[in-house]
Nanobody, 126 residues
Framework: QVQLVESGGGPVQAGGSLRLSCAAF????????MGWFRQPPGRGREMVAI????????YATDSVKGRFAISQDNAKNTLYLQMSSLLPGDTAKYYC???????????????????WGQGTQVTVSS
């Protein structure tokens, strides 16, 4: 079955960088779109970045564009999120998600994604 395992979170000071990884198991990696979502304390889950089946990418507007970069290594079945110039507002639990349906892959809504990892906490201090 599909399994997603995130790693790479932790505490970091504002202005610092982190790289999150999401190892995928149980499916043909290149046939699914994948994304990073985050859930700040007391708030709902929001899209951070998506990489579609054709390799195209999109990011949450304003909040992370230019600071975060999503990428994947098909040979390693691993998704990445490189985060730089981190801000306290980036503090959240970060989740990796995957799906194969076009309706999901073209959506930024978390509820449309069928497969999720357990999340990794990122805490940015000022």
């Amino acid at each position: 079955q599909v399994q997603l395992v995130e790693s790479g979170g932790g505490p970091v000071q504002a202005g610092g960088s982190l790289r999150l990884s999401c190892a995928a198991f149980g499916y043909t990696f290149s046939t699914y779109c994948m994304g990073w979502f985050r859930q700040p304390p007391g708030r709902g889950r929001e899209m951070v970045a998506i990489i579609n089946i054709d390799g195209s990418t999109r990011y949450a507007t304003d909040s992370v564009k230019g600071r975060f970069a999503i990428s994947q290594d098909n040979a390693k079945n691993t998704l990445y999120l490189q985060m730089s110039s981190l801000l306290p507002g980036d503090t959240a639990k970060y989740y990796c998600a995957a799906d194969y349906r076009l309706s999901s892959c073209n959506s930024d809504d978390s509820w449309r994604y069928n497969y999720w990892g357990q999340g990794t906490q990122v805490t940015v201090s000022s």
